[in-house]
């Protein structure tokens, strides 16, 4: 690891003006259970500077008011699982936060370093995306709002500019005839990650009849994003075995035809179609 400067900031202005100065050549740190791995890998590139905004409170909260959940991105996944207004207003984010690493990463990695890793495997991502969650981002030229649907680039790689910080993520409370699941799948129990997962969410009205739907996985597809064409299948019907078997058949179908076929396509192909049902099942 090469010698780089180590800036701890106080505020989020402080943060964007070095960030602004330093552009290009330097890092945020945050929890950095991703960012401190990556700078001791063997030939990995070195920045000018770490900017630690560990210690910046204002992005460290969790709130509801007014129907609008706002998170900060300095909040850990042991909090965001913890939390009883995300128990409480989307019950999938808590489940995932939950299974974020080992007790020592989720009392360490906060969400913000989640969704600006852009690691395919984010465990936190889909159920924000399934949220229609929105982004505030900060620098010296003032803030703006970008939905986190459209945020990623490809893996690995945001929209998020050089001297941006990332300020807040918030979504709309979900309708109280809303529930929501989170299924992971991986090669262990504990400290895994995701080989696949699914964030899913239906509403439905007091007949039974699903009024919304929204099916997003993860590690499945190049950037994370809802299965329009699985959601529309389930609006205006009951729910049944068929009919999320289906709609699992038809997710899978989404992703191949995004995809393409690849030497993973056998394995993930059965096994999304299957975690589609399994979520839509425990929705119910």
Not at 8 to 32: H, K, M, P, Q, S
Request: with cysteine; aromatic share 4%.
């Amino acid at each position: 690891m090469r010698p780089f400067d180590y800036i701890r900031c106080a505020t989020v202005e402080e943060a964007c003006a070095v960030l602004d100065a330093r552009r290009g050549n330097a890092r945020i740190l945050a929890g950095g259970t991703d960012l401190l791995i990556e700078l001791r890998r063997r030939g990995a590139a070195s920045p000018g500077a770490l900017i630690d905004i560990s210690h910046i409170g204002s992005l460290h909260a969790i709130a509801s008011l007014d129907g609008t959940v706002r998170i900060g991105p300095l909040t850990t996944h042991a909090e965001l699982s913890r939390s009883a207004i995300i128990r409480r207003e989307a019950a999938f984010l808590a489940a995932a936060s939950s299974g974020v690493g080992s007790p020592q990463i989720r009392n360490r990695g906060t969400i913000g370093g989640n969704i600006m890793n852009a690691a395919t495997c984010a465990d936190t991502v889909p159920p924000l995306v399934a949220l229609g969650a929105r982004l505030t981002l900060r620098s010296v030229q003032g803030s703006r709002d970008v939905d986190i649907a459209g945020f990623f680039e490809k893996p690995y790689k945001t929209h998020a500019l050089e001297n941006e910080v990332l300020a807040s993520i918030a979504f709309p409370a979900l309708p109280q005839t809303a529930r929501s699941a989170w299924i992971k799948l991986g090669r262990r129990n504990a400290l895994s990650i995701a080989r696949l997962s699914v964030a899913a969410l239906l509403a439905r009205d007091p007949r039974g009849v699903i009024t919304e739907a929204r099916i997003v996985p993860g590690a499945a597809l190049p950037v994370w994003g809802r299965i329009a064409e699985a959601e529309s299948m389930l609006v205006g019907e009951q729910p049944s075995a068929t009919l999320f078997t289906a709609a699992g058949r038809k997710a899978s179908d989404v992703m191949i035809g995004m995809t393409g076929r690849r030497w993973s396509t056998a394995y993930k192909e059965p096994v999304l179609a299957v975690l589609v049902r399994r979520a839509l099942e425990a929705c119910c």
